[in-house]
């Protein structure tokens, strides 16, 4: 196995509901993307409205997907 293999069965086991996608390379210059894991909210429109560096716990991440939701609906 490899690392995303790795990681794609961990999230299936898991029942992740949140996308995980693989980046490296010339995909993480535009998002400036220097630490692994990073993880990234995205608007409609492709924009990041919330990132964060470094592992993200549950309970953070939800907080700011609901902030982000309110956001987009206000």
Known sequence: ???????V???E?????YAI????????RPWNAE??????LLDPNGRVVWSVR???DE??????IAA????AGA
Do not use: C, E, F, W
Not at 68 to 71: C, E, K, L, M, N
């Open 35 to 40: 630490a692994l894991p990073s993880t990234y």
């Open 68 to 71: 982000a939701r309110a956001h």
């Open 54 to 56: 470094g592992a993200v």
């Open 13 to 17: 086991r898991l029942a992740i509901p």
């Open 1 to 7: 196995d490899s690392p995303l293999v790795d990681v």
């Open 21 to 28: 996608v693989p980046v490296g390379g010339a995909q993480l």
């Open 9 to 11: 069965n961990m999230s």
């Open 59 to 64: 309970d953070t991440l939800d907080k700011a």
